[in-house]
């Protein structure tokens, strides 16, 4: 069975803390995603990579970076954590290639910063 | 850039009937693909349907069926004889069918099926 796993369901930073959430998938994809969930505005794409060492900035990469060392790790950083960074972070994976394919998710991690 | 809208922030309806959530979507691309993720309360986001934009038949999944016009650029979700593990957000997502495999989302739409 298809799975996507992140190391925190439930975190609590200080501001300017260097904050580090993981993300596993074991279904050998290459394609993975980091989006951040807020009310109202849905799923927004921080960061995707698209093989390992590879990355590309989403549509709200300010704040954050990301690593990709092994192919089924991927994981995003917040360098120095802010308050407007207290979010709902879901990781997905898929396969390559143009088809539709779906994107995998894992079960969130909800992240207060304080 | 593609956007993708759901007017509707909630929905309520009673078990065994049947609702559709709206979405519509802004694109200059021809062949692209459309989906519809389910989020129940604190469980992972799953795919409920999806559908390619150059297959003119609407797709169906069990009770799950989609009214797809692409000349209006809506692609709304049908829920058959809703059932009380269909309360959930649900999510309105476009891709195009070139370049990377980025999801563009709505805002979604909380359903809530009472007994």
């Known amino acids: 069975d298809v799975k996507v796993t992140q190391s925190s369901r439930y975190l609590v930073k200080r501001t300017g803390e260097k904050v580090f959430l993981e993300c596993v998938q074991d279904m050998d994809h290459e394609n993975m995603f980091w989006y951040r969930q807020d009310p109202g505005l849905g799923l927004r794409l921080i960061y995707f990579?698209?093989?390992?060492?590879?990355?590309e900035k989403g549509d709200i990469p300010e704040g954050y970076s990301v690593s990709r060392e092994k192919k089924e790790r991927f994981s995003l950083i917040l360098e120095s954590a802010s308050t407007n960074q207290t979010s709902m972070y879901l990781c997905?994976?898929?396969?390559?290639?143009?088809?539709?394919?779906?994107?995998?998710f894992g079960p969130g991690t909800r992240l207060t910063v304080t | 850039a593609q956007t993708v809208t759901q007017s509707q922030p909630e929905m309520s309806v009673q078990e065994a009937e049947t609702v559709t959530l709206s979405c519509t979507y802004d694109?200059?691309?021809?062949?692209?693909?459309l989906f519809w993720y389910k989020q129940p309360p604190s469980r992972q986001m799953i795919l409920v349907i999806r559908?390619?934009?150059?297959?003119?038949q609407n797709a169906t999944e069990n009770r799950f069926s989609v009214n797809f016009q692409k000349a209006a650029k809506s692609f709304s979700l049908k829920i058959s004889d809703s059932q009380l593990g269909d309360t959930a957000m649900y999510f309105c997502?476009?891709?195009?069918?070139?370049?990377?495999?980025?999801?563009?989302f709505g805002q979604g739409t909380r359903l809530t099926i009472n007994p």
């Open positions: 990579s698209y093989d390992v060492k590879m990355k």
């Open positions: 997502a476009f891709r195009g069918a070139q370049g990377a495999q980025k999801l563009v």
């Open positions: 694109t200059s691309e021809n062949n692209y693909y």
């Open positions: 559908q390619e934009a150059y297959k003119q």
């Open positions: 997905a994976s898929s396969p390559p290639g143009q088809g539709p394919y779906e994107q995998y």
